[in-house]
């Protein structure tokens, strides 16, 4: 877990729990996992920050992932639907935006037939008619990208236009995308040693059964009879 004094803190009950488990775990403001296999490594913030210190916590951020030399940041995150431009009503409601880099690395990969990632569109300004950075709704994600375009750590930023409600469904899309670049999970049919039988892996995201529980729990009808 990180401990910071710029994050609100928090515990509970773990949120990955399932029927079977049979180990007690808590969970805490911001937790940190690892996967060795795939050499990742994922920062799950789960309260929000300190009123003023988001700066202090970014400049801890940025300098713990050059000093681990990490390869490249991912950053997810969501907008506001209700903020959209008009271009960006229609259509897939997944943007981007990357270091030159990066996207110098990826680019072709991105504009594929496979991916055909949108990079994110400039918001016009009367001081900026190109258009300027704009993501509302995004939290740190923007100040965070645009720290590590100034520290020279390449990132790119993955995010989902998102309306007030249940959002499940947008987090297992944003899953989706980003698993179609980074190929974190095999979701491809294979063909066993005999080479005629197909093995199907997962057809899906599991999510977590805490989601069930998304706008709390069911009321026990006994109270009304």
Known sequence: FIYHDSILPLVGNDPYAHPEADVCKLVTACEVYESKLHQLVIIQQRAPFVKGKMSSFRRWLTGWVKENKFEKLVILSSMHAHERLDIQLQGPQFRYISTPDLEAENKERFTHDVLKWIPLEGRPSLEDPEGSLYLPGGGIAKSLFEDCSKENIPAI??????????????????AYNLNL???LIDFKPKY???GKTIIKPASTWRVPSSWRLLFGTAVDQTLFH
């Open 157 to 174: 930023v993955v995010l989902v236009f998102c309306a007030e409600g249940d959002n499940a469904q947008d987090a297992v899309k944003l």
């Open 192 to 194: 066993d040693l005999d």
């Open 181 to 183: 670049w980074m190929d």
